[in-house]
């Protein structure tokens, strides 16, 4: 069998292909320090996973540790008719029943004019002059409830210049909401407190004028002083109410705030909303009726519950990721990828012994673990509520059976978890740290990559010279041995 020696050699390509195989050996050092790269880099994406993760069970852990704010006291409240009364509870309610009937709601003050025939021109033609008047509004303070402020309006003599009652009416609404909104933004008045005034119309071709107070009740009603005399000469009165096409109140002062009678006593507020009876309760009410409904207030079990299951799941989701990735798998082997580093492979025990521990800070010492109320692991670690019936029985004796577990001072679950938490995901914290370590790790073989990289092309450009020479060398030897050929044919 005949071998052509000069294959090798025969064009670059051949050449670059030598090369190629050459420098794999060298290669091998370049590559090593691109797996251990690529190896801190899947670290460095596990660790912001888990801190993901052990964030999440923080925040948590976080509501459930809170002694301020404690979930476990919260109540809820519930109405025997949604359609006429509505209620909540906070946790500074008091647990019990509470009946109600209402006999008037609260209504907004609202003033309007004497119906006019829009085209007419009834207003302007007796009028030539600047209109000037102010409305008294609400203004409550700390220090005086019933405080109440000025606020002037001035109408010019232009609105009046032989226009339409429409267009008079139109510009005495647009300089009322005018100073209005000016009054406000000189913080004289809250933006609720405001008098809104618009221009309605009842049937085709006709407008009225109408002052409405924006909150309901008898603080918030309206008065006036009128100085030049329009809202009198157009009908606006707080003195007599509006019938037919005459102007006046809808509805009278001494009518403005709800009334209804709880538990045999009698109340009158600005508002349908009430919230100053009950501690910790909001009354929504939505009716008149006359015969009782009933408002309870009762501990917020099932919401208890749901919050606790909200730990759990985040729990769960962390000692699940853990065990992926910073453990050796019995089954597979396989070895996390934070496995050998010993500050994330502890960190499931140190959670374990948090939640599995007997408590010595709670007041009752029958509850005094997770699973005296009803809370276990499995063999991963995963918590789950495994008898539902002891941790419900537990919250309707008292909700400090089961609160002490998670958040007494001394030694409740999530105030430990907390702070264990805190060591890993706070700015200056474990991960942050490893992150840190694993970001100059980077650096340093990103140096020495690029100085391999250096030497593999100064290797490269050695080789291919070399090579060249040689297959300058075979083309001389083949046309040598070509012509040796012609003598020995």
């Given at each position: 069998m005949s071998v052509d020696i000069t294959s090798s050699f025969s064009n670059a390509s051949s050449i670059q292909r030598l090369v190629d195989l050459y420098l794999r050996r060298d290669e091998g050092p370049r590559d090593k320090k691109i797996s251990e790269k690529n190896t801190i880099q899947k670290k460095k994406s596990v660790l912001s996973s888990l801190q993901s993760k052990l964030s999440s069970l923080k925040t948590k852990s976080s509501l459930l540790s809170d002694t301020v704010f404690n979930i476990f006291e919260n109540k809820i409240a519930s109405s025997s008719d949604n359609d006429k009364i509505k209620a909540s509870a906070s946790d500074t309610s008091i647990a019990g029943n509470h009946s109600l009937s209402v006999t008037r709601l609260a209504t907004a003050h609202t003033i309007v004019s004497n119906q006019y025939t829009s085209s007419s021109t009834s207003i302007s033609s007796s009028i030539s002059s600047d209109q000037t008047f102010s409305l008294s509004v609400a203004h409550p303070t700390n220090d005086d409830s019933d405080n109440r402020v000025n606020v002037n309006v001035t109408v010019s003599a232009s609105s009046f210049n032989n226009t339409t009652n429409e267009s008079v009416l139109s510009s005495i609404a647009n300089a009322i909401n005018s100073a209005m909104s000016a009054a406000f933004s000189n913080d004289t008045i809250d933006s609720d407190e405001k008098v809104i005034a618009s221009v309605v119309s009842e049937e085709n071709g006709k407008a009225r004028l109408l002052l409405k107070s924006s909150q309901t009740g008898y603080t918030y009603r309206q008065s006036y002083t009128d100085t030049s005399g329009l809202l009198s000469a157009v009908g606006l009165s707080t003195a007599s109410q509006?019938?037919?096409?005459?102007?006046?109140?809808?509805?009278?002062?001494?009518?403005?705030?709800?009334?209804?009678?709880?538990?045999?006593?009698?109340?009158?507020?600005?508002?349908?909303?009430?919230?100053?009876?009950?501690?910790?309760?909001?009354?929504?009410?939505?009716?008149?009726?006359?015969?009782?409904?009933?408002i309870t207030i009762d501990k917020d079990q099932e919401g208890v519950k749901s919050k606790v299951k909200d730990f759990i799941s985040k729990y769960n989701d962390a000692i699940n990721f853990l065990n992926t990735n910073a453990k050796l798998d019995p089954e597979t082997k396989a070895r996390g990828v934070l496995a050998n580093d010993s500050l994330y492979s502890g960190l499931?025990?140190?959670?374990?012994?948090?939640?599995?521990?007997?408590?010595?800070?709670?007041s009752n010492s029958t509850y005094n673990s997770l699973a005296s109320i009803g809370i276990t692991a499995d063999r991963s670690g995963a918590l789950m509520i495994s008898d539902p019936s002891k941790f419900d029985s537990a919250l309707e004796i008292d909700t400090k059976n089961v609160s002490e577990v998670f958040?007494?001072?001394?030694?409740?679950?999530?105030?430990?978890?907390?702070?264990?938490?805190?060591?890993?995901?706070?700015?200056?914290g474990s991960i942050s740290s490893s992150q840190q370590r694993y970001d100059d790790n980077i650096i340093q073989i990103n140096d020495q990559i690029n100085r391999l990289e250096e030497r593999l092309e100064k290797r490269r450009s050695q080789l291919t010279s070399e090579f060249a020479k040689m297959q300058e060398m075979m083309s001389l030897l083949s046309r040598q041995q070509s012509f040796m050929n012609q003598f020995f044919r």
């Open positions: 509006s019938s037919g096409t005459n102007g006046g109140y809808i509805t009278s002062e001494s009518s403005l705030n709800s009334t209804f009678t709880m538990d045999g006593l009698s109340f009158s507020r600005d508002s349908n909303q009430v919230n100053d009876i009950l501690t910790g309760v909001t009354i929504n009410l939505l009716q008149t009726f006359s015969s009782s409904e009933t499931i025990s140190r959670i374990k012994d948090v939640t599995t521990k007997s408590l010595s800070g709670v958040n007494n001072s001394t030694d409740g679950i999530t105030v430990k978890l907390e702070d264990l938490l805190e060591s890993f995901t706070n700015a200056d």
